[in-house]
Every structure is written in C-alpha cells, then in structure tokens.
C-alpha cells in the first residue's frame, strides 16, 4: 500500500549498523597498517612500529588510503556509510566527502560544492533515501589516487548522468618531494 511505501523510507528507518570495535587497513604494497578505534587512529609501518596516532580521530566506514611513506592518510566518505551515500543539501549544505591527513594532522577536507562540484551544491537527481541521504554512485563514480603524481581523482557524473569529469585534488607532498624542495 502507499502508506507502507511511505514508511520504507521513513528517517527512522535507514540507521547505521553499530561499528566494529577496531577498523584496520593494511596498504597490499608497502605492509603498513592502519588501526582505528572510536578513541584514535594509528599508522604503523610494516614492522608494526608506529609511525604516528591521531587521537580522536575514528575512520568509521570510510574507506582507507596510506600513501607509500605512510605519511598522508586519506578517509573518504561518510563516517556511518562509507562510499555509499552523500547527505542532502537539506541535511548539509557542503559535505565533506574525504578527509586528509599528513604526519598525524588534519591536512584538508574536500567538500562537495566547494572541492568537486564548482560551488554548486548537491542537485538531488534522484529520490532521498531515509533521513535525506542520496546514492553517492549518481554524483562520484569513484574515487582514486595516483602517489607518483601526488593527486586524488574524483570522477564526477554530470547532470545528464551520462558522462564523467575528473576533478583532480593535489595531495600533500611526499618525505622524498620536501627533502626535493
């Protein structure tokens, strides 16, 4: 029935799952380690000796990314739901997608209108799922990062959601880049 209908996509409906006690993240290239708690987030190298911790900092569901040195840690998406959804213009008017780190601090934050989207905010294309969350796949198509050249892609899906424009973020610079400089 409609009220059923109606009702699925209540606010009350769609609530994260509870997290994990601890989320880790081991870089398949290097064998450095990420651990992350409600209280911290640490990066080891592939020994296990940290490299550094940031207190009261939890990836949640985000996904992970170390750079080869270890020292910048990008968390992209949402604290509750990883890459999966981005919030209404309703809820938040520039959503910060990816948080970056670089030697244990916060380096920046990419937002939606201001980093990825020329300062337009999000253009609900679609229907909002529970409590105004839309389907991040129908703006970003994905996300990657290339360490050599020190940047992070975005592939943005137009309004017409046919074609994709990247939209490049420079990265802070590697250990190997600042002794360069």
Request: hydrophobic residues 30%.
């Amino acid at each position: 029935s409609k009220v059923n209908q109606i009702q699925i996509f209540s606010p009350t409906i769609m609530k994260p799952a509870p997290f994990d006690e601890k989320y880790t993240y081991i870089d398949p290239n290097t064998g450095k380690r990420v651990d992350s708690t409600e209280s911290r987030t640490e990066v080891f190298d592939k020994n296990g000796a940290s490299l550094y911790e940031i207190s009261n900092v939890f990836s949640g569901r985000r996904t992970m990314m170390l750079s080869p040195d270890g020292q910048t840690l990008i968390l992209d998406g949402n604290y509750y739901f990883g890459e999966r959804f981005l919030r209404s213009p309703s809820i938040t008017e520039d959503e910060v997608v990816t948080l970056i780190y670089h030697q244990g601090s916060l380096w920046k934050e990419i937002c939606f209108a201001t980093d990825l989207n020329n300062g337009k905010a999000i253009e609900v294309r679609g229907r909002l799922i529970g409590g105004g969350w839309l389907p991040r796949t129908e703006y970003i198509a994905n996300t990657s990062v290339n360490w050599d050249r020190g940047v992070l892609f975005y592939a943005m899906i137009d309004e017409d959601s046919t074609t994709t424009v990247d939209t490049e973020i420079k990265l802070p610079p590697t250990a190997s880049e600042q002794r360069q400089q």
